[in-house]
């Protein structure tokens, strides 16, 4: 590294979200929201996992794990097309999550709340 570079410059924030059931994370990030199960860490069968999940450049990171994370975070993910991809998921009517858009000064926004607490919110910037 150079004398003048910022060595933060190619770092990534990857928020971790509290999930308490791996299987019902995946089946509410992959099946419904669209996200690709990357990978899952288990030190041992009955132990809790971490995994990570992605989106077109957004990454997450789920944790089983009591002290990763607090329930009800929320994060805020950039997207292209706010209403097409609520077009998408509402299309599939899914039986606990039907998000809307709100139109604000800064962008539109579509909030949705996974099963666990967590509050996802898609952003269009203006």
Known sequence: MGENEDPV???????????????????FYVDFLGFTWRWQHQFEPGLPIYAEVARDGS??????????????????????????????LLAQHHRHAR??????PWGSTMTITDPFGNNL??????
């Open 121 to 126: 919110t898609f952003w269009q910037r203006d």
């Open 59 to 88: 990454v997450l990171h789920l944790s089983e794990h009591h002290g990763d994370a607090t329930p009800g975070a929320g994060v805020l993910i950039v997207v292209a097309d706010v209403r097409a991809y609520q077009r998408v």
């Open 9 to 27: 410059t190619r770092q990534q924030v990857i928020p971790v979200l509290r999930v308490f059931d791996h299987a019902l994370a995946r089946a």
């Open 99 to 104: 998000p809307g858009v709100t139109d604000e």
